[in-house]
């Protein structure tokens, strides 16, 4: 399931659009009303306009007066779907993109909770677009029946979230589970099309992914130089970057990448194994040891119950890992963001820590006690999830440095 939001100046236009009096819709009779928000019954597009229009007097400084909103559920959960069904979807997504609040990585509010819930709004279901996939088109004022303006700071990051606590609730696929399920046949497709050219060329490289099916964006400078690509299928998205290994299928690296795939194989070395004859001592191999490495584990890539997703970093286009509760719990006492400044900081080393992105640095083991700091880092098999994360949390405050809020308190 995945939604997109955004703040629109052209409000009537919309609404002519979702509702199906637009001129641009050729199949009107496939579009059905759902529900609408604290309007009189009945109205067309223009009555609903002209209604948000009388509430948006209250803010002559409201530019981008309406919040247009999509959601698209996977098909396969929507099959059955009455309309009864589709106004209960709509109305728990309104539930948690209005309880959502966004916080910089200091852990202050910049995007604060909406009332969509409290605003004049029209919703609709189309069923006529090319994908054949039914979704919930919603128009909502931006200010809201007690005069308050609904904030679209990351109005997109708020309906993301939405989404995915709506489909994790349901038990529903989540757009992030979509796309990191999808980018290992998008690496395959990509390298497949390379090693069947007989020579480089990009412009055949980028006809053969459109014809598996896949849109492509080329990114270009002030000088038609080409700077990279994005390839799109369905709904998800994927940068060049983001894609192969060590972004050998990025732009500037796809020639190299076709010559190597297609280099001559080099001659066997001569074997220089001792003769049968003559046993070659071996040497004890040390037992291995549980350490955490550079690449999570995978039991953290994917969702399971009792686990929330989290996005390491600022990077909006980064995976989420997904976490289980109780450790996310123990991470936003320790690093409770209305006493340290630092608290987005602290938690994404914890959680890089918890998933095994990264090892810890030689350290004290802490807490007094019999330690031995020469035990390797990592979870050992008697540790819960909640002990786990204390660890790392201790951890990355051991090498970031908590940093406490000063000023005035609440």
């Not at 709506?166 to 390379?194: F, H, P, S, Y």
């Not at 940068?239 to 060590?246: F, H, M, N, Q």
Request: with cysteine.
């Amino acid at each position: 399931m995945i939604a997109k939001a955004k703040s629109i100046s052209h409000g009537i236009n919309d609404i002519s659009y979702i509702t199906g009096e637009s001129r641009n819709k050729k199949h009107p009779e496939r579009i059905l009303h759902v529900k609408d928000n604290l309007l009189p019954p009945g109205l067309d597009a223009t009555g609903i306009w002209d209604s948000m229009r009388l509430t948006l007097e209250k803010s002559k400084r409201v530019k981008n007066s309406v919040i247009r909103i999509e959601v698209s559920p996977a098909p396969e959960h929507t099959k059955d779907f009455t309309i009864a069904d589709w106004e209960k979807l709509w109305d728990d997504f309104i539930s948690e993109f209005d309880n959502i609040e966004l916080y910089d990585k200091n852990g202050r509010t910049y995007s604060p909770k909406t009332n969509l819930t409290g605003s004049k709004g029209t919703v609709h279901l189309h069923l006529e677009s090319k994908s054949g996939v039914p979704h919930l088109h919603g128009a909502f004022c931006r200010i809201d029946e007690l005069g308050h303006i609904n904030n679209d700071h990351d109005i997109h990051l708020r309906a993301q979230r939405a989404a995915e606590r709506v489909a994790l609730k349901r038990g529903w696929t989540t757009a992030a589970e979509v796309r990191d399920t999808n980018i290992g046949q998008v690496n395959r497709d990509c390298m497949e099309i390379l090693q069947s050219m007989e020579s480089w060329s990009w412009l055949e490289y980028a006809a053969r992914l459109r014809d598996k099916g896949y849109e492509l964006w080329e990114l270009q400078d002030g000088k038609n130089l080409l700077r990279g690509y994005v390839l799109k299928k369905g709904n998800a998205r994927y940068k060049a970057s983001e894609l192969g290994r060590g972004r050998n299928l990025m732009a500037s690296k796809l020639e190299s990448t076709w010559k190597k795939l297609h280099a001559a194989p080099k001659a066997k070395a001569a074997s220089t194994r001792p003769a049968a004859s003559t046993p070659t001592p071996t040497t004890a191999r040390p037992a291995p040891v549980k350490a955490q490495g550079k690449v999570p584990v995978p039991q953290y890539t994917g969702y399971r119950p009792g686990t929330i997703p989290y996005r390491i970093g600022d990077d909006r286009d980064s995976c989420s890992y997904f976490i289980p509760d109780e450790a996310l719990k123990v991470f936003d006492e320790e690093f409770d963001y209305r006493e340290t400044a630092n608290s987005r900081e602290l938690t994404d080393r914890a959680v890089a820590l918890f998933v095994g992105m990264m090892s810890a640095q030689a350290a004290p083991s802490g807490g007094g006690g019999g330690g031995s700091n020469d035990l390797p880092w990592g979870r050992r098999e008697d540790e819960d999830d909640r002990e786990w994360a204390h660890r790392c949390a201790r951890e990355a405050e051991r090498t970031i440095g908590r940093k406490p809020k000063t000023g005035r308190k609440r």
